[in-house]
């Protein structure tokens, strides 16, 4: 089993920025890839920012040059910077992690509320 403990988000204004954070535990010496799902009213979860166990990273189109994903395998952490945050990045944000290639893992989320 897998545990992911996000922290941070909160509200912040249009133009500001936000950290936002997971901690994972438990089995976790097979992690393939870590990154952040967000998810706001009435859309489909979507894939933010994530990376891979290489170090390469992918973003999505929304939020490429504002965002910034880093990790820290030594304290197994991750990490979302946001920048320059927009009323539509308003969302739940997902810690998430593959395993093996296979298992999905999902943290409770954190609500990020960014005000115009």
């Known amino acids: 089993q897998v545990q992911l403990v996000e922290s941070g988000g909160g509200l912040v204004q249009a133009g500001g920025s936000l950290r936002v954070s997971c901690a994972a535990s438990g089995s976790i010496s097979s992690i393939n890839a870590m990154g952040w799902y967000r998810q706001a009213p009435g859309k489909q979860r979507e894939l933010v920012a994530a990376?891979?166990?290489?170090?390469?990273?992918e973003y999505a189109d929304s939020v490429k040059g504002r965002f910034t994903i880093s990790r820290d395998n030594a304290k197994n952490t991750m990490c979302l910077q946001m920048n320059s945050l927009k009323p539509e990045d308003t969302a739940v944000y997902y810690c998430w992690t593959l395993i093996s290639g296979w298992y999905n893992y999902w943290g409770q989320g954190t609500q990020v509320t960014v005000s115009s």
């Open positions: 990376m891979r166990s290489g170090g390469s990273t």
